[in-house]
């Protein structure tokens, strides 16, 4: 009996027998129901809002270079993975899945131009898409970079690092923010 390619749901192929049908639409209904209740498991965890969580920096702040940036304030955790008590700079997600983290920053110029400004994601993420933004020196400089992680593992710490690739001790923050997002328990839909 041939089966579905996203969740394994066998059905009648053309190669069965007519006769075998009630069996094997009992088989495809059977794992219906176990793929619905999974669906419904996933729904149930994230109604009434999806687990999201998110760190910001609002004041002039110093880092050397190379360095996790640090946040001032937490905007909102409605899953409990931030404990800022414990770091300024960390979120903790408790649970393993996808998750989407974005960084956004807005940074004073290094007043050397042609030099780009560089994130790092502490946890290495499965995907990301980082947005290396060029310093022109003439103005602030802002940007966004954001990452897919895919853990089975759980808890794991995303935070953020920022560098330059121009000759300087350290970087001026103005504003940033941290943002983790929950996407999906595992790779299927």
């Given amino acids: 009996m041939p089966a579905t390619v996203n969740f394994g749901l066998p059905y009648p192929g053309a190669l069965d027998e ?22 419904q498991a996933i729904a149930d965890r994230v109604w009434p809002v999806q687990p999201v969580a998110k760190l910001s ?19 909102f955790d409605n899953a409990g993975y931030i404990d800022f008590d414990a770091s300024n700079s960390t979120i903790t997600v ?22 780009r400004f560089i994130t790092t994601f ?18 602030t400089v802002a940007f966004s970079s954001t990452a897919l992680f895919v853990s089975v593992l759980a808890p794991f710490d995303i935070n953020v690092a920022l560098d330059t690739d121009a000759a300087v001790t350290n970087l ?13 328990d595992g790779a299927a839909p």
Avoid: Y
């Avoid at 408790?94 to 042609?114: D, L, P, S, W, Y």
């Fill in 18 to 39: 007519p006769c075998d049908f009630a069996q094997d639409w009992c088989a495809f209904t059977d794992a219906a129901a176990a793929v619905m209740d999974q669906f």
């Fill in 172 to 184: 001026e923050i103005q504003r940033a923010s941290l943002s983790v997002f929950w996407h999906a």
């Fill in 122 to 139: 502490r946890l290495i993420p499965t995907s990301n898409a980082i947005s290396h933004e060029l310093d022109l020196a003439t103005s």
């Fill in 94 to 115: 408790k649970r393993a899945g996808r998750f989407i983290a974005v960084f956004n920053a807005t940074m004073q110029t290094t007043f050397v131009a042609n030099t």
């Fill in 57 to 75: 920096l609002n004041t002039t702040t110093t880092i050397p270079r190379g360095t996790i940036v640090p946040f001032d304030s937490v905007v």
